[in-house]
């Protein structure tokens, strides 16, 4: 019998190779000499969501393709060295894989390897309504081959979220996955006016709830047609790196949604999550646990109590 589970995340999984760089962008030059080294490690935005909301204590699957090589030995390693339940289908093209250039101040680039991805990718059928049967709801990474999973995901029953990342609010591929799920996330850094994307997502999709991120400057919130704004967390250390931020908000955020959290309350989470994300080095995959998580959200919503700026929000 199949494991019940709590969020079932589709895609996303593969490698990154760290590189930290003297700033971004980078100047042209034919060498550099750059401290800290160059290091690859398992873990890119499906494996992020799924190890953040395995750390908040929800019961967590994932699902893709990875390759017979070194990168999908990485892969494996890391959700079995953290106890996180793995399906695994056969990549022809090999694992998914990234270079991250990394500045001091936490900012980054990431290169992926278009590559690596096949038009006739597919993920089995039966697989997918497996698992979707035995799950509260389901994750999709953008990542091929994951949009042919959406009207599977649908019939199963499931409600669905999905990271667009830094969409333009143009682009056709990322449209399909914005206008099918509940839940959207994305970032506003290719945005030129969040909020008309926002809305136009609500209003010829199915999300109720559409959330963009703003890195330092926080998030905003449009739930049932209202947009508050989500201000930032101040980060319990020094930012060293802002890869994963968005996975690890978008892990936060649904544990309060799971657990039957107002929207605003939801993104409080998120927001959290997400600074802790910031102060964790690129190289490692640390998420923030769900004690750690309630007692700063806490702190917050103490601190905000007192400064008479409550978080708005309706009704989940």
Same mark, same amino acid.
């Given at each position: 019998m199949q494991q019940q589970t709590d969020v079932l995340v589709l895609g996303g999984a593969g490698v990154d190779t760290i590189v930290h760089v003297p700033e971004l962008p980078l100047p042209f030059a034919d060498s550099c000499m750059i401290r800290p080294g160059i290091e690859t490690r398992g873990g890119q935005s499906g494996d992020f969501v799924t190890l953040g909301l395995h750390a908040l204590g929800l019961r967590t699957h994932h699902l893709d393709m990875i390759g017979d090589d070194h990168e999908g030995d990485l892969v494996r390693t890391l959700h079995h060295d953290r106890g996180i339940p793995f399906t695994e289908l056969p990549s022809p093209g090999g694992t998914k894989r990234?270079?991250? =250039?990394?500045?001091? /101040?936490?900012? +980054?680039? !990431? =290169?992926?390897?278009? /590559?690596?991805? +096949?038009? !006739?990718?597919?993920?089995?059928?039966?697989?997918?309504?497996?698992?979707?049967?035995?799950?509260?709801?389901?994750?999709?990474?953008?990542?091929q081959p994951c949009a042919f999973t959406l009207p599977v995901l649908r019939e199963a029953g499931v409600t669905l979220s999905t990271d667009l990342h830094d969409w333009d609010g143009v682009e056709t591929y990322h449209e399909q996955f914005a206008l099918q799920a509940d839940l959207v996330f994305l970032s506003t850094a290719a945005l030129a006016d969040p909020e008309r994307t926002m809305r136009d997502i609500g209003e010829r999709g199915r999300a109720r709830t559409v959330v963009a991120t703003a890195g330092a400057e926080g998030a905003y919130l449009l739930h049932e047609g209202e947009l508050t704004r989500v201000p930032a967390v101040t980060p319990p250390a020094p930012v060293v790196d802002s890869n994963g931020a968005g996975d690890a908000f978008a892990a936060g955020f649904l544990l309060g949604r799971l657990n039957g959290e107002v929207p605003a309350r939801c993104a409080l989470f998120g927001a959290v999550a997400g600074a802790y994300a910031c102060t964790v080095p690129s190289t490692r995959t640390d998420s923030i646990g769900r004690a750690a998580l309630l007692a700063r959200a806490a702190e917050v919503e103490e601190a905000r109590a007192t400064n008479g700026a409550l978080p708005a929000g309706g009704p989940a």
């Open positions: 990234a270079v991250n =250039l990394v500045a001091p /101040d936490g900012r +980054r680039l !990431s =290169l992926y390897d278009a /590559d690596r991805a +096949r038009d !006739s990718d597919r993920f089995e059928e039966s697989t997918v309504r497996a698992l979707a049967g035995t799950a509260r709801h389901a994750h999709v990474v953008i990542t």
